[in-house]
Nanobody, 122 residues
Framework: QVQLVESGGGSVQAGGSLRLSCAASGYTVNYYCMGWFRQAPGKKREGVAVINYDGRSNYPGSVKGRFTVSVDNGKNTLYLQMNSLKPEDTAVYYC????????????????WGQGTQVTVSS
């Protein structure tokens, strides 16, 4: 019943920036947490940014200081601002939502978007 749709992906040069958006629609729910995950070919899906309903966020060391997650409750939209992008950031980025406490692990998220491609060239 809930649909998550990502947008904003594309190709950028190293050092550039992108802002991803995740629009939630369908049945209105109050998520405990929302987040962004990414997966490159041949690699495991990894969490890159999560945020709780109270606004607390968390990031892994690989993106900390470069990525910022935020949410606009009025627009039912989650954002991921990505700065100082590196070639190793290249991956499909997925939006996710769940009802557990914020975590970078996949198990806490029950609803997922289809993903948006981010490609960073050197």
């Amino acid at each position: 019943q809930v649909q998550l749709v990502e947008s904003g992906g594309g190709s950028v040069q190293a050092g550039g920036s992108l802002r991803l958006s995740c629009a939630a629609s369908g049945y209105t729910v109050n998520y405990y947490c929302m987040g962004w995950f990414r997966q490159a070919p041949g690699k495991k899906r990894e969490g890159v940014a999560v945020i709780n309903y109270d606004g607390r966020s968390n990031y892994p060391g690989s993106v900390k200081g470069r990525f910022t997650v935020s949410v606009d409750n009025g627009k039912n939209t989650l954002y991921l601002q990505m700065n100082s992008l590196k070639p190793e950031d290249t991956a499909v980025y997925y939006c996710a939502a769940g009802y557990g406490l914020a975590t970078l692990e996949q198990y806490a998220y029950s609803d997922w978007g289809q993903g948006t491609q981010v490609t960073v060239s050197s």
